[in-house]
Nanobody, 123 residues
Framework: QVQLVESGGGLVQSGGSLRLSCAASGSISSFNAMGWYRQAPGKRREMVAAIIKIGSTAYGDAVKGRFTISRDNAKNTVYLQMNNLKPEDTAVYYC?????????????????WGQGTQVTVSS
């Protein structure tokens, strides 16, 4: 069983930055896709950013140009650098790791999930 542990969330003012980390219990090189997703109260979960095995990345429209996803295979950790944060970025952020993802499938539908970390952006 793979465990994902998120950290780095917190309270930040609008315009500030945070870096989230997702540490996996196993080798992240075995996952075809990893990503960050968020869910705000009363809203559906949405993709924030994803990185696939070959290194390509994808971002949700709301965060393009502000957030950057990266990974460190040696540390089995995926990061989400969040800059210029806005109050609408407030949500619980979840890490996902999917060993079976294929390009014909939507991201974030399978694999393993972390417990989430709260990000709150004040105006």
């Amino acid at each position: 069983q793979v465990q994902l542990v998120e950290s780095g969330g917190g309270l930040v003012q609008s315009g500030g930055s945070l870096r989230l980390s997702c540490a996996a219990s196993g080798s992240i090189s075995s996952f075809n896709a990893m990503g960050w997703y968020r869910q705000a109260p009363g809203k559906r979960r949405e993709m924030v950013a994803a990185i696939i095995k070959i290194g390509s990345t994808a971002y949700g429209d709301a965060v393009k140009g502000r957030f950057t996803i990266s990974r460190d295979n040696a540390k089995n950790t995926v990061y989400l650098q969040m800059n210029n944060l806005k109050p609408e970025d407030t949500a619980v952020y979840y890490c996902n790791a999917d060993p079976a993802w294929e390009p014909i499938l939507p991201l974030g539908r399978g694999g393993y999930w972390g417990q989430g970390t709260q990000v709150t952006v004040s105006s």
